[in-house]
C-alpha cells in the first residue's frame, strides 16, 4: 500500500505521519507514504499553483496545469487519483475498509483556497471525498483521516488484529464505555458490573450501552 499526498503545506502532513501508528506502519514496511510540495510542478520563477477565478469572485483557484503534471510524474499502473473536496462523498467505516483491501497506490490532492479547477476534477480524478459538513482550511486533514483510517486496518499494523474487531463502527455500531483506575474519583465510580468478575453479565451490559451508528447519543447513563 503507498499513498503519495500532494499538498503545498508539507509540514503540515509531514509531522503526523512520522508520530505513532502511521510511522510504526512504514517502519514496518507496511505502508508507504510520501508528501510532495505541489508548488515543485510549477513553471513560474515564483511557483505560482493558483490564480483569481474566471468569471470574478472572492479567493483563488488552484491550477490545472501543476495537478496534471504532478499526476504524471508520480502515476503508476495501479494508481488512484483522490481529491479532498466538500463536495465528494463522505468517507465512511466501509469506506476505509474498502480501500485497506486493495493494495494499490493512491495520490491525494489537498485543496487549498476555493478549491480545484473545475477541470482537475472532471478529467483526472477517481474518488473524490469529504470527512463531514463543516469547511476546513485545506484538504491535508481529510487527507491524513483517510490515510490513517486505512493504514490501521492493514494486517499487521496495530499487532492485535482482534480489537479491531470490537471497534466503534464495526457491525454498524459504536464501542461501549471504557474505564480504567482508580475504580472512584470525584465521588464517580465504576459500574459495579465491571468489578464483578461475571463474564457474561459484563458482555450484557457492554452490549447494552453499544448504540447504532448515526444514533449517538448519551452514554453516561
Known amino acids: 500500500m503507498a499513498f503519495d499526498i500532494v499538498t503545498i503545506f508539507p509540514n503540515i502532513v509531514e509531522e503526523y505521519i512520522n508520530t ?33 477565478p474566471y468569471g470574478g469572485g472572492p479567493g483563488m ?3 490545472v496545469e501543476p495537478v496534471f503534471k504532478a499526476i ?59 470527512i463531514g459538513d463543516y469547511v476546513l482550511s485545506g484538504g491535508e486533514l ?22 479491531l474487531e470490537s471497534e466503534s463502527f464495526n457491525n454498524e455500531k459504536l464501542d461501549f464505555p471504557q474505564y ?3 475504580e472512584e474519583f470525584n465521588g464517580w465510580k465504576v459500574p459495579d458490573v465491571l468489578k464483578s468478575g461475571n463474564h457474561k453479565e459484563i458482555e450484557k451490559w457492554r452490549e447494552s450501552k453499544r448504540v447504532t451508528a448515526g444514533n449517538q447519543r448519551d452514554l453516561q447513563s
Open 61 to 63: 483557484v488552484m491550477k
Open 72 to 130: 504524471q510524474e508520480l502515476r503508476k499502473e495501479n494508481t488512484k487519483v483522490l481529491i479532498t473536496t466538500p463536495k465528494g462523498e463522505k468517507l465512511t467505516q466501509g469506506k476505509l475498509e474498502e480501500f485497506s483491501k486493495e493494495e494499490g497506490h493512491y495520490i491525494i490532492l489537498c485543496g487549498r483556497y476555493e478549491g480545484f479547477d473545475q477541470r482537475v476534477h472532471e478529467n483526472l480524478i477517481d474518488y473524490e471525498f469529504s
Open 20 to 52: 505513532g501508528i502511521l510511522r510504526i506502519a512504514q517502519e514496518k514496511d507496511l505502508v508507504e507514504i510520501n508528501v510532495h510540495d505541489l508548488r515543485q510542478w510549477a513553471d513560474d520563477k515564483h511557483k505560482t499553483v493558483d490564480d483569481t
Open 142 to 163: 481529510p487527507a491524513l483521516v483517510l490515510v490513517d483510517g486505512i493504514t490501521r486496518l492493514i494486517s499487521g499494523v496495530l499487532g492485535n488484529e482482534g480489537s
Open 180 to 182: 480504567t483506575k482508580p
